[in-house]
């Protein structure tokens, strides 16, 4: 039985600030996918066309994220002062402006991109129609994805500092914006899908600019001049920043390739998927969260020379996550019936989601758990570990399961194959890292902030 045990009581400390903000912004997704499911099934399905790229630019400013957090909170740690807020500087500028080049060369490159999403069998009347959504839509949510990274950036920036707080309220608060303006500019403006992705760009520039100006006072930033000393730290962040963002890539290439697969069914399987994942994201928000959290913890053991409480940590944490998400599962099921009427008004969909409401988030325990076990990889300072279970989860397990379930051209397959795909991911996670913690954990020295 899990007790309310000094270290759970500690988990739970560090996580709910960051959960909250979290659970804001994905609920806030989840609006924005039901808004835009009222709209249509067309333009619930040009909507997930999206969901690939978003995830390969939130991977990209999570790698970059990480290893600014890691080098500034290491900085800041040993009175390097300089070093640390020249870091946050060059990390946010340089993270701001690559993002936003990518999106400028994705915005060029729209035409290619929505022909890969699209099924030979659509007629030409339903093309052009696509098309249309498509051309309006691609380029808003584009400057909505350089406003999130931009708040991303910054509140790095703050965690790095020890100020969590601020971060969780930010997300809340450029949620609380997103949800008023979203109904107001999709439907009293008649914007219609991009009426979403500006509402998502107002909200997060604003509290990206509002942090800017509140750090000023803390000193958190200063002036990155060319020089020797500048050079070397923005040296040091690519160098650490790379591998920390190939982990973080992998999840948005399975992503694609997922989505390719499920684009052969149909326009229909396009928008179930896309509103499924949205779901999915909202249920793992507490993993993902504990991901931000419990990683600090381990440095902080390690460098305290406290190995044996690792374990421990891992062990509680597993509990409490394993325990939470049976309960969620509980009441998705309880519940299905409600949410299926709120979610999509489509004969199908409502069909598929009522399976995956059923089966999907039984699944999101031991695929939290994954999640969790690949951050505490990169903790322990053995990232190599934390890209093979990373590797075997999306490439052995779950890619293969959806071609599988694709190829049978049967969503309920497909639904079935994944969530049969998170369990084995969970167990293989655990395996590994209970074999590492048992052989080789009393050799790790190395401390990184995540």
């Not at 070093?83 to 994705?106: D, E, P």
């Not at 920036?157 to 969590?164: C, I, L, S």
């Not at 730290?233 to 650490?240: A, D, G, K, T």
């Not at 913890?297 to 509680?316: C, F, P, Q, V, W």
Request: charged content about 10%; some cysteine.
């Amino acid at each position: 039985m899990l007790s309310v045990s000094p270290i759970l009581r500690q988990v739970i400390s560090r996580t709910l600030p960051l959960t909250l903000g979290l659970f804001a912004i994905m609920l806030v997704q989840l609006v924005d996918s039901i808004f835009i499911a009222m709209l249509g099934v067309d333009e619930l399905a040009v909507h997930g066309m999206t969901l690939p790229f978003q995830t390969v630019l939130i991977g990209i400013q999570v790698g970059i994220g990480i290893a600014a957090t890691s080098i500034i909170a290491q900085a800041g740690g040993s009175q390097q002062t300089d070093k640390s807020a020249t870091t946050a500087t060059i990390a946010v500028v340089f993270g701001f402006f690559f993002i936003s080049l990518l999106c400028l060369l994705l915005s060029g490159a729209s035409e290619q991109i929505f022909t890969v999403f699209v099924s030979n069998e659509v007629t030409t009347q339903k093309f052009e129609l696509l098309l249309h959504i498509f051309n309006r839509y691609w380029p808003v949510w584009l400057l909505s994805s350089v406003s999130v990274a931009a708040l991303y950036l910054v509140t790095c920036v703050y965690r790095a500092n020890g100020d969590t707080k601020t971060t969780g309220s930010m997300f809340v608060a450029a949620s609380i914006i997103n949800l008023i303006l979203d109904p107001i500019l999709i439907f009293s403006f008649e914007m219609g899908v991009e009426g979403a992705a500006i509402a998502s760009t107002i909200g997060y520039a604003s509290c990206a600019l509002y942090m800017l100006f509140k750090a000023k006072d803390k000193h958190w930033f200063k002036p990155a001049y060319c020089n020797p000393a500048t050079l070397s730290y923005f040296s040091e962040l690519i160098r650490v920043a790379i591998p920390t963002t190939i982990n973080q890539i992998l999840p948005a290439t399975s992503a694609f390739v997922t989505m390719m697969l499920i684009a052969r069914m149909g326009t229909e399987a396009i928008a179930f998927w896309s509103l499924l994942s949205r779901i999915e994201s909202f249920l793992l928000v507490v993993s993902l969260a504990l991901t931000m959290s419990v990683s600090p913890m381990i440095g902080h053991y390690l460098g305290a020379n406290e190995r044996d409480k690792i374990s421990e940590l891992l062990i509680t944490t597993a509990k409490f996550l394993l325990l939470f998400h049976i309960a969620i599962a509980l009441l998705m099921t309880i519940g299905s019936g409600i949410l299926i009427a709120v979610f999509s008004k489509d004969g199908n969909i409502q069909r598929w989601l009522e399976a995956a409401l059923w089966i999907m988030p039984f699944s999101y325990a031991p695929l939290g758990l994954c999640m969790v076990v690949v951050s505490a990889f990169n903790a322990l300072r053995v990232p190599q570990r934390a890209l093979l279970v990373s590797l075997i989860r999306l490439f052995v397990l779950y890619i293969p399961a959806i071609w599988i379930g694709a190829s049978s051209n049967s969503i309920f397959n497909t639904i079935i194959a994944a969530a049969i795909a998170n369990l084995l991911a969970g167990v293989f996670a655990w395996f590994k890292l209970q074999e590492y913690i048992r052989l080789r954990a009393p050799c790790s020295q190395d401390v990184v902030v995540n």
